[in-house]
């Protein structure tokens, strides 16, 4: 039984819990949601720009994006926030004479994004069939209009699953720019329960701030989840009764 | 369906190759204005390329292309292609928009008619193939005869002096297959020039004014349909009419 009480006060000492939940609420959730939606739409913009320069008839931007993607695609999120972070800091500094870590680590977690969504963007351009852009040709449609009006927002409409999976993504990974150093009104979720976790000797703060990002993360899986199916499935539509009659006479 | 503002369509000594591949090894083909021709011959004879040669979606290797009569291979292929509508196989309606907004699309893009002018169009056009109360439907929604005779109305709608049709049945289903034909039938009276290449032998025997057969990227025979289909005089014709009729 000590060892168990040991486990529940080290995970779930509840008072601990109960000291940074305010905080949380308060500073915590809108910055992490700061980081990863502004780095998300970032991202999407020049994901899309990447797969249009992926899809290029013209190989000097189709190299140029393979090259970016690969390169932000095998490094690790922590050394590219890093590098970008401290590294474009002091720059910044002089520039604008912001000590502000965000931009930067918005900058740093917008750049990774990008690489990812610009592949899922080229895969769901790529997914559409060649006789979309034939018979928007053939009506008098540029080939770049054509891109615009027809292939590409059908291409997006089949990505979005995995976007919102990209969008979960950012939620976790915004948890690493504490590494830039945030001031008590910066930090987000994660840089929060750690202090307290820090300060007390007690795990507890952490396990609700894991709390908080299942709270973000399992809703929008299963929005996933769920936009899946209807992709694959259509919009529930009425069955007709001979069709649902039929049903019944199969198994015999 | 009447009046329309038709032109003849001509082209002559068409080559075109994809590699070592040679598709169509010198086509002459000549549609009068106002006139049906259709194109029948063996899968993999050139037929369906033909087409996208004569609107330029490929360009030949050699040989021309002339509507009404001028050559439109140094024009804008996008202006080229405004003037000849174009119906295929998989009907390739775009499933994003509604029926309506298929055929208005163009209208208000290309043509830069004001939105509600171009809806009012579209909702004339979609008249003509009797849909007008599916348009705001999905494509998705529609039957594949339905989604045909909308992607008719969506050529239709930019007014185009030649129509042409890529195998407009074959992916339909049987019973599906008569009232798409019958629209084709109403525009050919109508006097719209067309090129159907089709495997509907009757209609390419009953409607069609001239039938050109195909095989192995050129033209084999070429004539009225009482000459091709009751007086071949090629062995290849002969084997061909045997086969699918």
Known sequence: MEVLDQLVKTFFDWEAMGQVIPEMFAVGLANTLILAISSGILGCILGMILAVMGISRNPIPRWIARVYTDVFRGLPAILVILLIGLGFGPIVRILTGSTNPYPLGIAALTLMAAAYIGEIFRSGIQSVEKGQ???????????????????????????????????????????????????????????????????????????????????LTIPLTHLVNFMDKRMRDGKPVKIEPDEAAAVVGKGA | MSDFNSGSLEATNIHLAFGSNKVLRGIDLHVPQGTTASVIGPSGSGKSTLLRVMNRLIEPDQGDILLDGKSVLQDNPDELRRRIGMVFQQFNLFPHKTVVANVSLALSKIRKMPKDQAHAKAMEQLDLVGLKHKADARPGNLSGGQQQRVAIARALAMEPEVMFFDEATSALDPELVKGVLALMTDLSKGGMTMVVVTHEMGFSRNVSDTVTFMDGGVVVETGSPDQLFTEPKTDRLKGFLSDVL
């Open chain 1, 133 to 215: 852009l034939e018979a928007s040709r053939a009506l008098g449609f540029s080939y770049n209009s054509s891109m615009i009006l027809v292939v590409i927002p059908q291409g997006i409409r089949r990505v979005l699953p995995a976007l919102v999976n990209q969008l979960i993504g950012l939620i976790k990974e915004s948890s690493l720019i504490f590494t830039l150093g945030l001031l008590a009104s910066q930090r987000e979720i994660f840089q929060i329960g750690q202090d307290q976790a820090a300060n007390t000797g007690n795990l507890s703060p952490l396990v609700a701030a894991g709390l908080f990002y299942l709270c």
